[in-house]
């Protein structure tokens, strides 16, 4: 008998952060779930699925996850985007979700089994000041985190992202009309970030993983330059040092510093990063599953890496929803060259929505044992949480030219 897709629905919803939903049913009853969420252009995603193609799986074999992610991508004249790609990874995961129940199994069993017990978890921490950041982190080492992501203020700056100058969780996308435009300056930041992070390798000493994303701020030259100042910290990497669309100005980066480097979280196939991986520019590629058009195609971006020794590290921001970080811990437990996830955690009302059966312990992740992807949408609870318009802030310098976000 073939199982089929009799129906397909996209929930939007936002307990505390938007979130864009997939919800593919079969002919036999059994459900899938699927995150589409694009942070500040969920309504974009939603219509893409909604209007082209939930239409098109309607009556589709759910059981072919390959030939249905090449007629989503290779059967379409536009290709690639974020908003494409992360609308044909909703249906991807939903897929996988879908296979795994039918199997009774999760979905790493099919993906080839574990190759690890569990996944090493990172989380931020951050301070406006560096007795601040110090006491943040020593809150993420009590929670049993053994790697930290450390960002702080920039003396002379009102606002940089990521930051809080108050006490408690910093929320990055601001409710309103419009994004929030902030204020940034290099000279400030260059002078600022290798004194910091060596202040904070003194205190928390050697043991602690620490990590530092720079969000795409520097020309490579200047990111050069701060890669050579932090050489002595021990970094595990550092991330997003410029924006990465010219792949080959990354080489001026590697050759003037050998502090490991991140990047690739707004990447969405291997066509952004196969230069970057192919010439070993960079250590660890950073995609989001649901941004890569699911796990079926970031497979195959992470076995491509594996050639060139370069690492995943998957994006898990809070604003992808907790359907992708199942998705991601199941692909990680059965990849070899996973390094580690990022955790940011989630607000508690995004768990009224999301049921999840994933774990953290000790610091580390794993993606439990229930078939599928493990993640249950409560649609009622949904219903209870409306859209509501978001932005992330954007930068200018301080003469008012726009800056790289």
């Known amino acids: 008998m073939t199982r089929t897709i009799t129906h397909a629905d996209v929930i939007v919803t936002s307990p505390s952060r938007n979130f864009v939903t997939l919800k593919l049913t079969t002919s036999d009853g059994l459900v899938g779930w699927g995150d589409a969420t694009v942070n500040g252009r ?30 989503f991508y290779r059967g379409v004249y536009w290709r690639r985007g974020p908003i494409g790609m992360a609308a044909i990874g909703a249906v991807d995961m939903a897929l996988w979700d879908i296979k795994g129940k039918a199997a009774g199994m999760p979905v790493y069993q099919l993906l ?8 090493l ?18 809150v993420r080492r009590a929670e049993g985190f ?18 809080s100058r108050t ?7 601001g409710r309103g009309a419009g994004p929030v435009e902030e204020r940034w300056d290099t000279s400030a930041y260059l002078r600022h970030a290798p004194e910091l992070l060596r202040s904070v ?5 050697p043991e602690l993983t620490l990590l530092h994303d720079v969000h795409h701020r520097l020309t490579p030259t200047e990111a050069g330059r701060l890669g050579r100042s932090l050489e002595d910290v021990d970094l595990f990497w550092l991330e997003d040092v410029t924006p990465a669309e010219n792949q080959t100005l990354l080489r ?15 990447f969405n196939t291997i066509w952004d990063a196969h230069e970057l991986i192919s010439e070993r520019l960079i250590d660890y590629i950073r995609m989001a599953v649901v941004h890569a058009g699911g796990i079926s195609h970031l497979r195959k971006v992470l076995a491509f890496a594996e050639v060139y020794q370069v690492k995943g590290a998957p994006h898990g921001p809070s604003d992808v929803s907790p359907i992708n970080m199942a998705a991601s811990l199941h692909l990680g437990l059965a990849t070899t060259n996973i390094a580690i996830q990022e955790h940011m955690g989630y607000d ?19 993606p439990g044992e229930a078939p599928g992807l493990g993640v249950d949408v409560d649609e009622k609870a949904a219903a209870h949480f409306p859209y509501r318009q978001a932005y992330l802030p954007v930068a200018r310098t301080l003469d008012g030219t726009m800056k790289d976000w």
Do not use: N
């Not at 074999?61 to 249905?68: F, P």
């Not at 080839?112 to 996944?119: F, L």
């Open 42 to 71: 969920e309504l974009a995603v939603a219509s893409y699925l909604r209007d082209h193609l939930v239409p098109a799986l309607v009556g589709r074999d759910a059981e072919k996850i390959e030939d249905t992610w090449q007629y």
């Open 112 to 119: 080839g089994g574990a190759v690890r017990d569990k996944i």
């Open 121 to 138: 978890a990172y989380t931020h921490a951050t301070g406006w000041t560096l007795p601040e950041l110090l006491d943040s982190v020593a």
């Open 146 to 163: 053994r790697a930290v992501r450390v960002q702080s203020g920039v003396p002379g700056l009102d606002t940089v992202y990521g930051v």
């Open 167 to 173: 006490p408690g969780g910093y929320e990055p996308a």
């Open 201 to 205: 390798r003194e205190a928390v000493g």
């Open 252 to 266: 001026a980066v590697r050759q003037h510093t050998t502090v490991p480097l991140a990047i690739g979280e707004v």
């Open 348 to 366: 508690p009302l995004v768990f009224e929505v999301f049921h999840v059966g994933y774990q953290l312990a000790d610091g580390y992740l794993h």
